[in-house]
């Protein structure tokens, strides 16, 4: 290597010189990126668990709503009954909301 050094040109180092830095900064750049893109994936990791959580309470408090309007409706004299579906509908809707903001 040495030999090669002696021979070539100082427009031959000059170049050689400034590709070696450009191949070090694709390098630190290459990296870099690498950093990021392990630390979205943890953050993604963290929000499908976050997601998975809220999924699971959401269940749990659907089943409480049903529940408690299985309940309401079986006590429910035939006067409330058209409140008490407006009311179940209306949770219902809200619970569908949820859902789509845990889809975006």
Same mark, same amino acid.
């Given at each position: 290597?040495?030999?090669?050094w002696?021979?070539?040109?100082?427009?031959?180092?000059?170049? @050689?010189?400034?590709? +070696?830095?450009?191949?070090?900064? =694709?390098?630190? =750049?290459?990296? +870099? #990126?690498? #950093?990021? %893109? /392990?630390? @979205?994936?943890? =953050?993604?990791?963290?929000?499908?668990? +976050?997601?998975?959580?809220? *999924? +699971?309470?959401?269940?749990? *408090?659907?089943?409480?709503?049903?529940?408690?309007?299985?309940?309401?409706?079986? !006590?429910?004299?035939?006067?409330? @009954?058209? !409140?008490?579906?407006?009311?179940? !509908?209306? *949770?219902?809707?809200?619970?569908?909301?949820? %859902?789509a =903001?845990? /889809?975006?």
């Open positions: 290597m040495f030999i090669i002696l021979f070539m040109t100082e427009d031959h180092k000059q170049l @050689l010189a400034v590709f +070696e830095t450009k191949v070090r900064y =694709l390098m630190a =750049l290459c990296d +870099e #990126q690498k #950093q990021k %893109i /392990n630390e @979205l994936t943890m =953050l993604l990791a963290e929000k499908d668990q +976050e997601i998975a959580r809220q *999924l +699971e309470d959401m269940k749990v *408090l659907k089943a409480k709503c049903d529940n408690m309007l299985t309940a309401r409706v079986v !006590s429910v004299n035939p006067g409330e @009954l058209k !409140s008490a579906k407006m009311r179940l !509908s209306k *949770l219902v809707r809200e619970v569908d909301k949820c %859902i =903001l845990l /889809n975006e």
